[in-house]
C-alpha cells in the first residue's frame, strides 16, 4: 500500500533554467531517456522542430511552436518520480515562464561553458534565488573548448552572487577532454567518445588515479588535480545548508550532447534535491504537502491557438493531498464547486497512473474559462488561498486600441478579464489616458490579440513601443513635471504611478536630475 506520506517523499520538481541553446533539450532528452521515457536521442529535439506530431494538442503545438504536452515532463528513477517543468525561452519567453518557477522545488541550471551566464539565465536566477529554493549547476559542452573552469566558478559569485561548489572537475577540455574528476564520488569518469558507456576509475586513498591508468602521468590530469587542491584549499566548503536556501550551489561539468557527466549529474541531484515541502496561505498559515486535504494552485494557463476550439488547459502545482480523477474541489476565488473530471497529466509516453497525482505532481484541467492564474483550489471545509504570485517588470510594451471604436464594450471586458487573469499587464498613460500593455515576452501580445479576437471578438490594434525600463516611483514623491520626451509616466492596474523610461540612459538622466527620488522594479 501507498501511503500519502511515501508518495509524496518520491517527488522531485523541478525547472531547468538556461539561456537559448546552452544545451536544455539535450540534457532533458537525456534524462527522459534514463527514465525509460523516450527510446531515442532526437525526440524532444523533433518535438521542438515540429516532426513529431501525434494528438490534436501537438498540431497546435506545431502551427504556433509552443509546447503544450511537454510543458511537464514526468518519469520514474532510482524510485523517485520526477516532474520536470518546461521554462519556454526564444519567442515563447514570457511571464509564464517566470510563473513557473513557482511551482517547482528546485531548479536546475545549465550554462554553456563557453559563454558562461548570459541574459535569460540570469533573469530566471533571479526568481529562484527570491524562492529560496535550491539550484544545482550543469556546466555543459564540456567537448569544446570553452572557459577556463575557475572563471565559470568565480563568476557565478560574482554575477549571480550565489557560491560555486565544484562537485567535478574537467580533465582537459574540447578535443583534449579526457574525462572528470568527480571529487565527490571519489573517482575519474573517463571520456571515451566513441562508446555509450562511461567507465569509472576509483581513486586511491591520496585522491589520485592508479599509477597503472593512461592518465596518471597525463598534464590534463595533473592539472585537473592541482585545480581541486585549490579548491580544496581555497573554496567553499559544502553546505547543506547553504544549498537548501540557495545560497550554494553544487556544480557539475559535464556534456548532455555527448552524454558525458549527465547520469552522475542526475543521480547525485536526486540524492540532495528537496521533495515537496510546504506552501503559505495568505492567512500566514503552512500547508504541509501530506495533509490528507487535497489543494493546488493555478500557476499557468496554456491558452488554445487553435480557432476551431476555445479551451484551455490551467496548469495546477498540487501542494497538498491526492487528486483523484472525478472528485470535487473549491476554487477559491468563487466559491464554486468544481470537478475535476477533465484533467491532463504528463507522463511523456504512457496515459497510465492519470486518475491519481499527490502533492509535487502537476495536473492539467481543461478549462473553458474559469480559472485565472493565482487562484487556490482545494478540498475541506476551510477556505485556502495561497499567497499571490508575484508581479515580474515588463519588458516589452505595446499601444492598444480597438480597431472598431463601436465595439469597445466587449475590448474593455476582454481587455479586463485577460488582465485579471494575468495573461497581460495593463497601463493608462497620465497625459493621454492611452492603454498600454507591457509583457516580458513577445508571446503575451500574440496570445492577447488571438484571445480578444476568437474569446471576445475584439479585433485590437496593438503599435509597438519597443524595449523600456519600467521603473515605480513613490506618488509622494511624483510630480508630473518629471515626466520628459524620455520616459513616459503612466499608472498600473493598482493605480500606482511608474516611468517608462526609453533605455538605461533615461534612467540614470533622470537619476541624475532627481538624486532624491527612489526608483523601483517589481521581480
Ligand atoms: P536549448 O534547448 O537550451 O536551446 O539548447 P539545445 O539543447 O537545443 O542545444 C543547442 C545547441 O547546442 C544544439 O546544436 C545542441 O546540439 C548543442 N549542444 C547541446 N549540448 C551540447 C554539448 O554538450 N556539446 C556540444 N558540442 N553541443 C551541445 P544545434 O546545432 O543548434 O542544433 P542541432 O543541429 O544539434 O539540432
Known sequence: MTTLSNDVATRRTFAIISHPDAGKTTITEQLLLFGGIVRQAGTVKARKSGNFAKSDWM??????????????????????????????????????????????????????????????????????????????????????????????????????????????????????????????????????????????????????????????????????????????????????????????????????????????????????????????????????????????????????????????????????????????????????????????????????????????????LYDTGNYQIGDTIYTGKKKLQFEKLPQFTPELFVRVTAKNVMKQKSFHKGINQLVQEGAIQLYTSYTTGDYILGAVGQLQFEVFQFRMQNEYNSDVIMEPMGHKTARWIDPEQLDERMSSSRNLLVKDLAGEPLFLFENDFAERWFKDKYPDVKLTSKL
Not at 132 to 145: A, E, Q, V, Y
Not at 189 to 203: G, N, Q
Open 59 to 364: 498540431e497546435i503545438e506545431q502551427k504556433r511552436g509552443i509546447s503544450v504536452t511537454s510543458s511537464v515532463m514526468q518519469f520514474d528513477y532510482e524510485g523517485k518520480r520526477i516532474n520536470i517543468l518546461d521554462t519556454p525561452g526564444h519567442e515563447d519567453f514570457s511571464e509564464d515562464t517566470y510563473r513557473t518557477l513557482m511551482a517547482v522545488d528546485s531548479a536546475v541550471m545549465v550554462i554553456d561553458s563557453a559563454k558562461g551566464i548570459e541574459p535569460q539565465t540570469k533573469k530566471l536566477f533571479k526568481i529562484c534565488k527570491m524562492r529560496g529554493i535550491p539550484i544545482f549547476t550543469f556546466m555543459n559542452k564540456l567537448d569544446r573548448d570553452g572557459r577556463d573552469p575557475l572563471d565559470l566558478i568565480a563568476e557565478l559569485e560574482d554575477v549571480l552572487g550565489i557560491e560555486g561548489y565544484p562537485m567535478n572537475w574537467p580533465i582537459g577540455m574540447g578535443k583534449e577532454l579526457k574525462g572528470l574528476y568527480d571529487r565527490y564520488h571519489n573517482r575519474v569518469a573517463m571520456f571515451r567518445p566513441d562508446s555509450e558507456e562511461t567507465a569509472y576509475v576509483p581513486l586511491d586513498d591520496d585522491g589520485d588515479i592508479p599509477a597503472d591508468n593512461p592518465l596518471h602521468d597525463d598534464s590534463w590530469y595533473e592539472d585537473a588535480r592541482d585545480n581541486m587542491e585549490l579548491i580544496e584549499d581555497a573554496g567553499n566548503a559544502f553546505d547543506m545548508d547553504k544549498i537548501a536556501k540557495g545560497d550554494q550551489t553544487p556544480v557539475f561539468f559535464g556534456s548532455a550532447l555527448a552524454n558525458f557527466g549527465v547520469k552522475t549529474f542526475l543521480e547525485t541531484y536526486l540524492q540532495f534535491a528537496p521533495q515537496p515541502e510546504e506552501h503559505k496561505t495568505t492567512e500566514g498559515d503552512e500547508v504541509e504537502p501530506t495533509d490528507d486535504n487535497f489543494s493546488g494552485f493555478v500557476f499557468k494557463i496554456q491558452a488554445n491557438m487553435d480557432p476551431k476550439h476555445r479551451d484551455r488547459i490551467a496548469f495546477v502545482r498540487i501542494c497538498s493531498g491526492r487528486f483523484n480523477h472525478g472528485m470535487d474541489v473549491t476554487l477559491g476565488r468563487t466559491g464554486k464547486t468544481m470537478r475535476l473530471s477533465n484533467v491532463t497529466q504528463f507522463m511523456a509516453d504512457t496515459r497510465e497512473n492519470v486518475d491519481t497525482a499527490v502533492a509535487g505532481d502537476i495536473i492539467g
